[in-house]
């Protein structure tokens, strides 16, 4: 059976959030270490100890990702508060006592291949998404559907024992994010990056294809990538942190809820499904 691999220099997408970070830049990326509790929730964990790499579905990875650390957050009074200024009257968060809440975002990083990497199909789009739910994909499957998944779908997992080594990483794209205060109207760079998350989990709950949807993303916002882009660099990454939406706790609270409320919308008008 011929596998399929992807040469030496490809770039590829990997989705997670930037809480992550830290130990990807030290330790590389490593098989399972960054699979996501949600997804395992609703799916049969994979048979294959891998790394999901894609296109577009890197973004609806990283928006998975960081849902998922938020989701238990999202249930504390504080939010509830929070969530209530935000909508009413956003400086009023200010004079709200907050609890403790992850600093993260949802993140891309472009990964430049150093070798030629074995590839296995992405489960979720062998035969097109039409295989059951609830049954394991025979690993020849997998191996057999790579090249054809790859082709239309762009999505797959890398199978190297040693992960994806820190120095394949090159850059970290990550959403543009605000500070309270003016008219706290969302920026149209905060919109199309979430837009961007939106059109990625449109391919992978309706099954659009991404070609299609990334160039309707560049027509309307003349790129393809979220809006702000940096080295891979621990350095790089605590300037990221220092950000004012980041560092200061109304701010933190403040991005959280314009990125879920702004994401739950659009899948609302997208009728993209989202399990909570």
């Given amino acids: 059976m011929e596998k399929f691999y992807l040469p030496k220099g490809t770039i590829v997408k990997h989705g997670t959030s930037l809480c992550r970070l830290r130990s990807i830049l030290s330790n590389g990326i490593i098989p399972h270490s960054n699979q996501n509790e949600k997804r395992m929730q609703f799916e049969l964990p994979p048979e294959t100890h891998g790394i999901y790499i894609g296109e577009l579905t890197a973004y609806f990875g990283a928006i998975v990702s960081y849902t998922s650390i938020l989701n238990p957050y999202t249930k504390l009074e504080s939010f509830a508060s929070a969530l209530k200024c935000i909508i009413e009257n956003p400086c009023g968060i200010k004079k709200l006592i907050l609890s403790e809440i992850p600093a993260t975002l949802p993140v891309v990083l472009n990964i430049e291949l150093q070798e030629d990497c074995l590839v296995l199909a992405d489960e979720d789009y ?20 790579a090249g054809k998944v790859w082709d239309k779908w762009k999505s797959g997992c890398i199978v190297r ?28 760079d905060t919109w199309a990056d979430i837009e961007l998350m ?19 993303f560049e027509n309307k916002h003349k790129r393809r990538t979220l809006s702000q882009r940096t080295n891979a660099s621990h350095k790089h990454l605590d300037n990221i942190y220092e950000l004012n939406g980041l560092s200061d706790t109304f701010n933190l609270y403040y991005n959280h809820i ?19």
């Fill in 161 to 188: 024992e040693e992960g994806i080594p820190k120095s394949w990483i090159k850059h970290i794209e990550y959403p543009r994010i605000s500070s309270l205060g003016g008219n706290n109207a969302l920026h149209k």
């Fill in 198 to 216: 939106a059109a990625a989990t449109m391919q992978s709950s309706l099954r659009y294809p991404p070609e299609k949807l990334l160039k309707s």
């Fill in 126 to 145: 062998v035969f097109d998404g039409e295989y059951p739910d609830n049954e394991k994909i025979p690993d020849e499957i997998l191996i057999s559907e």
């Fill in 258 to 276: 314009i990125i879920i409320m702004t994401f739950e919308r659009m899948a609302q008008e997208y009728c993209i499904p989202l399990h909570r």
